[in-house]
């Protein structure tokens, strides 16, 4: 079992801490750190303990606390035993509270509260999964995003993502023996996402496919001429849409999604 | 066009930031708060600009900068002109540094590198698309999770949200008038974990996505017979597997989330 080096306290899920963790320790070159989260922290003894082993252990903590005599508590006795500690989300919360003038609510858990916002992200996960790889194309007509791209563009990742933003993405696999479906050329073009690659690129990537799937690296679908083919076919199938384009060739998919909401803002939607 | 309330400044993405910054708003009473993410800022002629913008409408900034020479720039010209900004990285990556001995990277966008994690993730929220509703059983035995419910309890939103932390998971639905796959009863028990939900929340969800859907919510699907019928099914099926399970009748998907991860890590997975 791993040792942790940061316990994450949370007085709720503290995903978001652990979010803040991670991005952090991606700047230190040690792939093998372990974080350790400790949810739904609500009282001195569980912060007590959780202290105890992270001083046995010499491992750090950050947290997420709204309640301001629980955030003192744990910076004291961390202070006092000398282990490093940060409050992650405590500064933001008290600089809101000076910009806005308001007294914040103090509960935790909040922003996972079953509200309107919180069932309208689970919809467009739903709408995501149906309507994933052209399943079915009545989905076209009622996404908000359609993303278009031949196989291996990141084209279920991406909607998944956007998903998590609450847009509802319907994606389309272009293959040349497959006449792209009619509902394609139905919908506002503003809508349609077109992800372009590189040739080179997406050889890679479906030479990485095969292996991973115990198959032949050489087998048409990474062939240099059949993904040529491919692009082509995809690059008229474009053109005809008019549709805008992204090169995802170098791009990790959290990039691309924040590209597709920047045009979407651009135009306004 | 919405004004936003806060900027979140960023040379990488800004997701994670864009995450704080939310949970900190939700402690707060107003539903219309805007964020506007400025993402890959790497000079000081940008941040500038956002911070004229931000005096010129009275929004406060967040940000995430590695660089300590823009973390100080930011710093000092939003002290300047008195706007409120929240370096959200900047304390952890510096107790980090202490606490670690070990000098950062100090390159933006390393969380996001396309490195083993990333493509973990990527294939984990495929394949969560693939074995999504029990479409294809062979999923199950491959899975390191089986979700398994009857209708509307969070199976697909729950398998998106594990596949984001890496696992790979299939879920399956639980119907009377369909055989559970035999697969189910050949794989590790543990990994299977079953959604209970009460009647009457049920009753409750199904009918509101029966009014969704523009359908009549009086449908049998709503039924309070035909769900006491299915949950009896459930939990026939259930006892037969010997699986875990967890309620979700008033939890949120981060939540049950969270529960599943804590139950893998007690088994020692």
Redesign the interface.
Known sequence: ?LKP??YVVSDS????AE????????????SSFHIQ?I?YVDDEGTILETIEQAQAIKA?I?Y?L?KPELREFIRLETQKRNI??????G???D??T???N?V????PG?????DED?FK???A??F??KY??GRDPRGILRADIILIGVSRT?K??LS?FL?HKKYKVANVPIVPEVEPPEELFKVDPNKCIALKINPEKLNHIRKERLI?LGLNATATYANMERIKNELEFFNRVVDKLGCKVIDVSNK????T??IVQEMLRNQ?Q
């Not at 979010?19 to 040690?30: I, M």
């Not at 490093?84 to 989300?89: A, P, Q, R, T, Y």
């Not at 914040?104 to 509960?107: A, D, G, K, S, T």
């Open positions: 079992m080096i940061v899920v503290g995903e978001t979010l803040v963790v991670k991005a952090s320790l991606s700047q230190f070159n040690n989260r949810p750090m950050g997420t709204v490093v500690s940060i409050d992650i989300m500064p933001m919360i600089g809101m000076r910009h806005l308001q914040p609510r103090l509960e909040l922003v996972h509260k079953l919180y992200r689970i919809e996960v739903e995501a999964v994933d790889d990141s279920t990742p998944q998903a991973a990790a998919v959290e990039e999604a924040t306004g």
